[in-house]
């Protein structure tokens, strides 16, 4: 399967502990972006890369979150100090750049759940 | 600003009748406009996309939708409804940064 990957699925924790999810893009996506879905709400985007660059982040990022692509492939979200309005669907998705072969569309992982207890 | 309001969190048709989800936008310049489903457990999949070419779009899996700008709208459509269409779908609207802004979702519930 080429498509998106995030890793792991699902993930409990106890609040104030530090979690770290992985997203794995499509190999020759150059862009990539995290968002975030609570229940009943759609996807809010959290922030996204081009390569390894952090080109934007959203408000919603609070400084307990960081968010890494150290080699322009795989990223990483970790939140540090969870709390319990950190429980949601943490989505990725991976894109080209606009203009090229599939015109910037953006293709999702499945997400990983996170309970915060 | 980006925004978009689906005007129904729940639609309930029966198999083989039409589908009509609603949605009306908000954008301050030419906007993209996407429709995105999501099956559970499954990640979001894109079923059509809006940027500004012929205003009747079609999509996948038998899904259209129609951009009229005199009323910031672009409603999906399907001519008959399938089992396996039950899900939650999401308007989209795209900014310049090709960032996506989503609606609160319409779940879709066919009735056999």
């Known amino acids: 399967d080429t498509g998106v990957s995030q890793d792991p699925r699902h993930k409990i924790t106890k609040r104030g502990q530090n979690v770290t999810f992985r997203c794995d893009p499509i190999s020759e996506h150059n862009r990539l972006y995290w968002y975030r879905q609570t229940l009943g709400q759609g996807p809010e985007f959290l922030t996204y890369?081009?390569?390894?660059?952090?080109?934007?982040k959203s408000r919603l990022l609070s400084d307990r979150f960081s968010a890494e692509r150290p080699k322009g492939s795989f990223s990483t979200l970790e939140i540090q100090r969870t709390e319990q309005g950190d429980s949601a669907m943490y989505l990725c998705?991976?894109?080209?750049?606009?203009?090229?072969?599939?015109?910037?569309?953006?293709?999702f992982g499945p997400g990983t759940r996170l309970t915060v207890l | 600003a980006q925004s978009v309001t689906q005007l129904d969190s729940h639609v309930s048709v029966s198999e083989g009748t039409p589908v009509l989800l609603r949605c009306n936008y908000s954008?301050?310049?030419?906007?993209?406009l996407f429709w995105y489903v999501q099956h559970p457990n499954k990640g979001l999949q894109l079923l059509l996309k809006?940027?500004?070419?012929?205003?009747l779009v079609k999509g996948i899996n038998g899904f259209e939708a129609e951009f009229k700008k005199s009323e910031t709208s672009f409603h999906l459509t399907k001519p008959s409804a399938h089992m396996s269409d039950a899900a939650e779908y999401f308007c989209v609207v795209g900014t310049g940064a090709n960032n996506l802004f989503f609606g609160t979702g319409t779940r879709l519930t066919v009735i056999p």
């Open positions: 998705a991976s894109s080209s750049l606009p203009g090229l072969a599939g015109d910037g569309e953006q293709f």
């Open positions: 890369f081009q390569n390894e660059a952090q080109l934007e």
């Open positions: 809006y940027t500004s070419a012929a205003t």
């Open positions: 954008s301050s310049y030419s906007p993209s």
